[in-house]
């Protein structure tokens, strides 16, 4: 079994995700190829982990991986904010997101998340529901395919994307995520097509936001994990772009700004990888560490 996924900040969030002594339960609500739990396993011979994630092909390599803790790690195929509405209140000693997307879903998953691939445009974590990325963009209005772009992409060229993706689509559907990549290099400027990012970058995050309805799932997760966790408990959430990491900030601010509040925030500033990490994992530099606890 290949393992290609690097747990980001694994030694920060080791030390600010503590487990108590004794029979004790950590949720990771986003398993991936289970690198973080993993090291939690490893540390605390007394914790046990439910492991929960959408993508029933990543969740596999979790299984062999964990298979070593027999039933310490059980491992959960669901979407994280629904699974967690259905568990007691209270019964959890740890909660930890990784929002970021596995380097499985761009090296071998074959749905189309990586643009310098000619695969299938799906980019589903669940590909056995809902619409694909190739859905939206041959079936969404050239207004609705911009307005997905600007928002979850934060991309300035939505519009002149969005055109030339409509005016494409006319001759033949888009099927693979390079047909895809091309039609955007091309319609962005030439300084912004040889920028420091791929001009593809931005679209294709907002693509997959938008098919798997990532960034609706934050508040009602965050809510829940509240609700799920101990007194004392707490919280890490790893971001890896502005508009996840906006939305953990000010859910917790609220949150803690009430005047009954029901959680107090570690971390003032979030945590980051060390230098030592960005230039070991280079997709780490974006990510950002928030701790909170339980009161």
């Known amino acids: 079994m290949e393992i290609v996924h690097y747990p980001v900040m694994h030694k920060e969030v080791l030390e600010n995700l503590p487990i108590p002594e004794g029979d004790a339960l950590l949720i990771d609500c986003t398993t991936g190829e289970g690198g973080h739990t993993s090291l939690f396993l490893g540390k605390y011979p007394s914790l046990s982990v439910i492991g929960i994630d959408r993508d029933s092909e990543i969740q596999k390599k979790a299984i062999e991986r964990l298979s070593i803790y027999k039933d ?167 971001t890896f772009h502005s508009l996840e990491d906006r939305k953990v900030k000010w859910f917790f601010k609220d949150e803690a700004g009430k005047e009954n509040p029901s959680i107090r925030i570690l971390t003032k500033k979030p945590i980051v990888p060390s230098p030592e990490e960005e230039e070991e994992n280079p997709p780490s530099r974006s990510a950002k560490l928030r701790v909170v606890e339980r009161i």
């Open 72 to 238: 310490r790690f059980r491992p959960v195929n669901a979407w994280f904010d629904e699974y967690l509405a259905s568990l007691p209140s209270s019964s959890a000693d740890a909660v930890l997101f990784d929002l970021g997307i596995s380097m499985f879903h761009y090296l071998e998953s074959e749905r189309g998340f990586s643009f310098r691939s000619d695969e299938p445009l799906d980019m589903r974590l669940n590909n056995n529901s809902g619409m694909s990325a190739a859905d939206v963009v041959n079936g969404y209005s050239e207004e609705a395919l911009a307005d997905v772009i600007y928002r979850y992409g934060e991309e300035r060229y939505s519009r002149r994307i969005a055109k030339a993706i409509s005016e494409k689509r006319r001759e033949k559907e888009i099927v693979t995520a390079s047909e895809l990549a091309d039609v955007i290099k091309y319609s962005v400027p030439k300084e912004y097509r040889y920028g420091r990012i791929h001009p593809a970058t931005r679209t294709f995050q907002a693509l997959r936001i938008e098919v798997n309805s990532e960034l609706d799932r934050i508040t009602p997760a965050l809510t829940e994990a509240i609700r799920v966790l101990k007194k004392g408990g707490r919280i890490a959430v790893i």
